[in-house]
Structures are given as structure tokens and as C-alpha cells.
């Protein structure tokens, strides 16, 4: 798991998502599950789990996108420890936490997704990175 904002926000992939134990011991409160090709996780009841099985490359629908975005960029607002996280955590979660963070602080997604791979290692795919600033127009600089 990588930390984005301290004691916030956390990308990671299906096998840290599923250590229930070291995700609640980071005080996380909501997952932000993004793996279509993944059987959904368990967790405990006081948890708050969404789930946007989104495509790692083109072909996901505009509501889907735009709504996994504004979405967790809601929770990052209100300041929810998250976790978000896809298979390899390698291409859709840092792609969608750019995004959120993109609304939530008003700055530019490209802008955004550079200040996360200081932070860690993306293979965000073209293909799902160009459908995310289509959904995003006044910030897809």
C-alpha cells in the first residue's frame, strides 16, 4: 500500500485490500474497490465498501468513470481514511485517485497524476487516462 495523503488516502492492489487486518489498523474507513476482473472483497460491516468495476483500458462507460471520480473525490473531501485499489494497483487506482484529487483540490489531472508517481510507481494506461479527461473536460489540461 502507498500512501498518498497521510493517514487519508492509500492506493494499493487486491492483495493489500484483502488484509482486512493491516487495512483497519491504518484506520481506514471507506475501500474504493475499481478491479472488474476481481471477485468483490469481504469486509467488516463498519466499513464503508464501494465498488466501480472499471476496465483497465478504454471502453468504460462515461457514468461509470465519472461517477468512481466524483465519488471518491467526495470522500477525499470529507476527509475519510481510504484505500483504493485495482488488481495490480498499478494503472486504474492511481488513475482515478489523479482524478479525484484533481476535483477535490481543483487542479489539473496531469498536474495531479505526476505528484502521485513522486509518490508511487504508475503504468497508467492511454487508453483509460485519455476516457478519464473526457469526463473531466475543464481539467484535462
Do not use: Q
Amino acid at each position: 500500500m502507498h500512501e498518498i495523503i497521510p493517514s487519508r488516502l492509500w492506493i494499493g492492489n487486491v492483495g493489500d485490500a484483502r488484509d482486512v487486518r493491516s487495512v483497519l489498523n491504518l484506520g481506514v474507513e471507506a475501500v474504493v474497490d475499481l478491479a472488474c476482473n476481481e471477485l468483490p472483497i469481504e469486509v467488516p460491516r463498519d466499513i464503508v465498501y464501494l465498488r466501480f468495476p472499471i476496465v483497465d483500458g478504454t471502453g468504460n462507460s462515461s457514468k461509470l468513470l465519472r461517477l468512481a471520480i466524483e465519488t471518491t473525490a467526495s470522500i477525499i473531501k470529507d476527509r475519510t481514511p481510504t484505500l483504493v485499489f485495482c488488481s495490480a494497483g498499478l494503472s486504474r487506482s492511481p488513475a482515478v485517485v489523479a482524478a479525484a484529487l484533481a476535483v477535490a483540490e481543483e487542479i489539473g489531472l496531469d498536474e495531479t497524476l505526476k505528484k502521485i508517481g513522486l509518490l508511487v510507481a504508475h503504468d497508467v494506461l492511454p487508453g483509460l487516462w485519455n476516457d478519464i479527461k473526457a469526463v473531466c473536460p475543464p481539467l484535462g489540461n
